[in-house]
T-cell receptor
């Protein structure tokens, strides 16, 4: 079983739609959680960190459920520019900062 | 600041050849790492370093060597290239994971696309 699992998609949605991505992690020692965004053939870039109480950044909302070991990302009012692959990332406690990446969920926002 | 730079952008090798992928950062980051990205696999950690002179293995270290003689540079060496090493390689850096409890942003370089024939 992969340490971090995501639905690979693709998710095809119209502009203005709300879309949600889920991610599960298997290591209970996971201590930090992130969503990264990766555009086609480019490097990943941090979208947002995920905090225990949940956090919001504009149209993006991240949630963490430690008991169920899952993380979610909600994108409201999708824009064409949101088309990308979204990577769920966890950092394992006491492992020197190693990040474990999910395989990514592809989002395509259509006009 | 140039951020994280990687060279070359593209490389074609023959099986058995060796080469070094270069990575440099000018942000005085302690932590540097190398990942490979393959279709359907996500990014997998090859090697990482928590400071000059200190390196450790990641998830897929076989066939690769690293060294960290300076804070700025973290080259990745392919000892004897194999077709299975065809991939996109990303170098990343961050200030200090140990101090931030793992909350530091990792900054990625633009990647090196490697094809081994």
């Amino acid at each position: 079983r992969k340490e971090v699992e995501q639905d690979p998609g693709p998710f095809n949605v119209p502009e203005g739609a709300t879309v949600a991505f889920n991610c599960t992690y298997s290591n209970s020692a996971s201590q930090s959680f992130f969503w990264y965004r990766q555009d086609c053939r480019k490097e990943p870039k941090l979208l947002m960190s995920v905090y225990s109480s949940g956090n919001e950044d504009g149209r993006f909302t991240a949630q963490l459920n430690r008991a169920s070991q899952y993380i979610s990302l909600l994108i409201r009012d999708s824009k064409l520019s949101d088309s990308a692959t979204y990577l769920c990332v966890v950092n394992i406690q006491n492992q020197g900062g190693k990040l474990i990446f999910g395989q990514g969920t592809e989002l395509s926002v259509k006009p | 600041n140039a951020g994280v730079t990687q060279t070359p952008k593209f490389q074609v090798l023959k099986t058995g050849q060796s080469m070094t992928l270069q990575c440099a950062q000018d942000m005085n980051h302690e932590y540097m790492s190398w990942y490979r990205q393959d279709p359907g696999m996500g990014l997998r950690l090859i090697h990482y370093s928590v400071g000059a002179g200190i390196t450790d293995q990641g998830e897929v270290p076989n066939g690769y060597n690293v060294s960290r003689s300076t804070t700025e540079d973290f080259p990745l060496r392919l000892l004897s290239a194999a077709p299975s090493q065809t991939s996109v390689y990303f170098c990343a850096s961050s200030y200090s994971f140990s101090l931030s409890g793992g909350k530091e942003t990792q900054y990625f370089g633009p990647g090196t696309r490697l094809l081994v024939l």
